[in-house]
């Protein structure tokens, strides 16, 4: 079993128009055993940016932590929060300086940038960014994701139908996956407000 799939997890971001959602599963696992059933995957940064770690727990938290700290020390140097795009080279550019020995954890960015553009990006456990337009997604169900999101996204999704189709891929995929699941955990984020909401899925 590769280390990426110890804990096991689910997350994809999904762009609509002028919002964006992020979502992930709930399970934290020791391979096949269920540990917690309400484990936090997503984290926010600030109002409009939101990082989802998914792959070994212990090295998500610790990730965490760091990008909390260079955030807060760009905002106290430049008084302003930091754009997507900055913080997904800052997130890369960590990683990689780790390549010899590196967080196990695929790093899920999504944020609204200038005009409230949203920007979406994953990348591998050394920084190598992937770039989508529509939607990007890590964790052990990945290929399970990348089928329903492909078969039920649409461009520029209103905000209520971006959290349906988002839902219902991630709710179906992880039904896939025996590493994931255990319901969901979904932010909604326009430009005036951000939704939490959780889903419940099977609990087996």
Same mark, same amino acid.
């Given at each position: 079993?590769?280390?990426?799939?110890?804990?096991?997890?689910?997350?994809?971001? /999904?762009?609509?128009?002028?919002?964006? =959602?992020?979502?992930?599963?709930?399970?934290?696992?020791?391979?096949? !055993? +269920?540990?917690?059933?309400?484990?936090?995957?997503?984290?926010?940064?600030?109002?409009?940016?939101?990082?989802?770690?998914?792959?070994?727990?212990?090295?998500? !938290?610790?990730?965490?932590?760091?990008?909390?700290?260079?955030?807060?020390?760009?905002?106290?140097?430049? &008084?302003?929060? /930091?754009?997507?795009?900055? %913080?997904?080279?800052?997130?890369?550019?960590? !990683?990689?300086?780790?390549? %010899?020995?590196?967080?196990?954890?695929?790093?899920?960015?999504?944020?609204?940038?200038?005009?409230?553009?949203?920007?979406?990006?994953?990348?591998? =456990?050394?920084?190598?960014?992937?770039?989508?337009?529509?939607?990007?997604?890590?964790?052990? =169900?990945?290929?399970?994701?990348?089928?329903?999101?492909?078969?039920?996204?649409?461009?520029?999704?209103?905000?209520?139908?971006?959290?349906? +189709?988002?839902? !219902? =891929?991630?709710?179906?995929?992880?039904?896939?996956?025996?590493?994931?699941?255990?319901?969901?955990?979904?932010?909604?984020? +326009?430009? +005036?407000?951000?939704? &939490?909401?959780?889903?419940?899925?099977?609990?087996?």
């Amino acid at each position: 079993m590769s280390i990426f799939e110890y804990n096991g997890s689910a997350v994809v971001a /999904m762009v609509g128009n002028n919002c964006f =959602a992020i979502a992930s599963d709930r399970r934290l696992g020791v391979q096949l !055993q +269920t540990v917690a059933t309400d484990f936090q995957r997503i984290f926010k940064i600030h109002d409009k940016l939101f990082v989802a770690l998914s792959g070994l727990a212990s090295d998500a !938290q610790t990730l965490y932590q760091r990008l909390v700290f260079r955030h807060k020390l760009y905002q106290l140097r430049e &008084e302003r929060d /930091m754009k997507p795009e900055t %913080f997904a080279s800052l997130v890369s550019s960590m !990683q990689y300086e780790k390549r %010899f020995g590196p967080y196990f954890c695929q790093p899920v960015i999504a944020g609204l940038g200038d005009g409230d553009k949203p920007f979406i990006c994953t990348m591998d =456990a050394i920084g190598a960014k992937e770039l989508a337009k529509d939607f990007v997604v890590a964790g052990t =169900a990945s290929e399970s994701l990348y089928g329903a999101c492909e078969a039920m996204f649409k461009p520029d999704l209103e905000p209520e139908e971006l959290f349906e +189709t988002i839902s !219902q =891929a991630l709710l179906s995929s992880v039904d896939r996956d025996c590493l994931s699941g255990w319901g969901g955990h979904v932010y909604l984020v +326009t430009p +005036t407000e951000v939704k &939490e909401r959780i889903l419940k899925g099977r609990m087996d």
